[in-house]
């Protein structure tokens, strides 16, 4: 009974001092980030080459975009340098936060006319604790969002030069201010993430592409139907985001001033061709509305067997091209916006357009 007892004891002495010490921990390193000690992020998932000539343990600013203050951190002899993120403890009381690592991915997927759009590799925030760029290095850093093997892939990520994220200022510009625009964009997206096609070619006039979406074989049509009803459907709240929802025809009064919004809106007379369909845009947002979305939203547990993978292509080609031109309607120049955004031109000049390199100065 005795030794039943000590080892009682024993083992509530372990659990209470267990007990404090993760109390301890947890007041040290806080998991409600960003918080006061935790307001840097290491952005995995873009890697900055060096051809601007940092130095190891450099950290360069580099931007503001919203409510992020962004630098360039050579964080490790001859290894591409990283992006971080110096965030306000403000954004936890939006209802929604832009992030400046999302706004550079959808506006250098629009840039890439949505070439290999994917859900995979999305950038991602990996917190860091007590961050200081004085001291601070990369194994000398807690992590509240790292695992070991990530640790040691720090430096994967989509390869760019500082002047290309530059590039976008005036969309991530747009992005920041205009929901509507920020909407219809991450839509667009997910609808080529979903189905993929080659936007370049499939709007191309030429009459030679390299590779247009071709229907599916028949073993191959019944997996394939919901990323093509979630394409569909993608594309068509996309263009609502723009232009709202199509009005009753049989109303002139109505189409009428649904007309005259998309040509103040986007610049687009919707009696034009939308070449695609061979259909007048107006006409083509009909058929999206009403013969080509709705069955793809509310199935009610059918198989819509009869939509095609074309009509899929031209849902997605056509909210390309309205959310396109709002943008290209609603943009300031990119200089305007660079300055807007006040990056770091001093760093930007600095940077080779003729090369590139992870080499570090010594």
Same mark, same amino acid.
């Given at each position: 009974?005795?030794?039943?007892?000590?080892?009682?004891?024993?083992?509530?002495?372990?659990?209470?001092?267990?007990? %404090?010490?993760?109390?301890?921990?947890? %007041?040290?390193?806080?998991?409600?980030?960003?918080?006061?000690?935790?307001?840097?992020?290491?952005?995995? =998932?873009?890697?900055? *080459?060096?051809?601007? =000539?940092?130095?190891?343990?450099?950290?360069?600013?580099?931007?503001?975009?919203?409510? *992020?203050?962004?630098?360039?951190?050579?964080?490790?002899?001859?290894?591409?340098?990283?992006?971080?993120?110096?965030?306000?403890?403000?954004?936890?009381?939006?209802?929604?936060?832009?992030?400046?690592?999302?706004?550079?991915?959808?506006?250098?997927?629009?840039?890439?006319?949505? %070439?290999?759009?994917?859900?995979?590799?999305?950038?991602?925030?990996?917190?860091?604790?007590?961050?200081?760029?004085?001291?601070?290095?990369?194994?000398?850093?807690?992590?509240?969002?790292?695992?070991?093997? *990530?640790?040691?892939?720090?430096?994967?990520?989509?390869?760019?030069?500082?002047?290309?994220?530059?590039?976008?200022?005036?969309?991530?510009?747009?992005?920041?201010?205009?929901?509507?625009?920020?909407?219809?964009?991450?839509?667009?997206?997910?609808?080529?993430?979903?189905?993929?096609?080659?936007?370049?070619? %499939?709007?191309?006039?030429?009459?030679?592409?390299?590779?247009?979406?071709?229907?599916?074989?028949?073993?191959?049509?019944?997996?394939?139907?919901?990323?093509?009803?979630?394409?569909?459907?993608?594309?068509?709240?996309?263009?609502?985001?723009?232009?709202?929802?199509?009005?009753?025809?049989?109303?002139? =009064?109505?189409?009428?001033?649904?007309?005259?919004?998309?040509?103040?809106?986007?610049?687009?007379?919707?009696?034009?061709?939308?070449?695609?369909?061979?259909?007048?845009?107006?006409?083509?947002?009909?058929?999206?509305?009403?013969?080509?979305?709705?069955?793809?939203?509310?199935?009610?547990?059918?198989?819509?067997?009869?939509?095609?993978?074309?009509?899929?292509? *031209?849902?997605?080609?056509?909210?390309?091209?309205?959310?396109?031109?709002?943008?290209?309607?609603?943009?300031?120049?990119?200089?305007?916006?660079?300055?807007?955004?006040?990056?770091?031109?001093?760093?930007?000049?600095?940077?080779?357009?003729?090369?590139?390199?992870?080499?570090?100065?010594?």
């Amino acid at each position: 009974m005795e030794d039943k007892d000590a080892l009682y004891t024993a083992l509530k002495a372990f659990y209470d001092a267990e007990v %404090e010490r993760q109390e301890k921990l947890k %007041e040290k390193y806080p998991d409600d980030v960003p918080n006061t000690v935790c307001n840097h992020a290491f952005i995995r =998932g873009y890697s900055l *080459e060096n051809s601007f =000539g940092p130095k190891e343990g450099d950290y360069n600013y580099f931007c503001q975009i919203g409510f *992020e203050t962004l630098y360039i951190w050579t964080y490790q002899k001859n290894v591409n340098s990283a992006l971080v993120s110096e965030t306000q403890l403000s954004v936890k009381e939006l209802p929604y936060w832009k992030t400046a690592a999302n706004l550079i991915w959808l506006s250098l997927s629009f840039a890439k006319c949505f %070439e290999c759009a994917t859900m995979d590799d999305l950038p991602d925030y990996k917190w860091m604790y007590y961050f200081d760029p004085c001291k601070s290095t990369i194994d000398n850093t807690t992590f509240y969002n790292l695992s070991s093997i *990530e640790q040691k892939f720090m430096s994967t990520g989509i390869h760019l030069k500082p002047t290309e994220i530059a590039s976008l200022a005036s969309v991530i510009e747009l992005l920041i201010r205009d929901d509507q625009a920020y909407t219809a964009l991450s839509l667009v997206f997910s609808a080529f993430c979903t189905h993929s096609c080659c936007l370049i070619c %499939e709007m191309s006039k030429h009459p030679w592409h390299d590779h247009l979406a071709e229907e599916p074989s028949i073993w191959q049509q019944a997996q394939m139907l919901p990323s093509l009803e979630t394409a569909v459907v993608q594309s068509c709240r996309a263009v609502e985001a723009i232009i709202g929802e199509p009005p009753n025809q049989k109303k002139p =009064g109505k189409v009428f001033a649904h007309k005259q919004h998309w040509k103040d809106t986007i610049g687009i007379d919707p009696d034009d061709i939308f070449e695609k369909a061979n259909m007048s845009y107006l006409d083509f947002y009909y058929k999206l509305f009403f013969e080509l979305r709705n069955p793809s939203a509310h199935s009610y547990g059918n198989i819509h067997y009869d939509l095609a993978r074309k009509r899929a292509v *031209e849902s997605q080609c056509f909210a390309a091209i309205i959310v396109q031109k709002y943008i290209d309607k609603h943009t300031v120049d990119n200089e305007t916006a660079i300055d807007s955004l006040k990056f770091n031109r001093e760093l930007l000049d600095k940077v080779s357009e003729t090369m590139s390199t992870c080499m570090t100065k010594e």
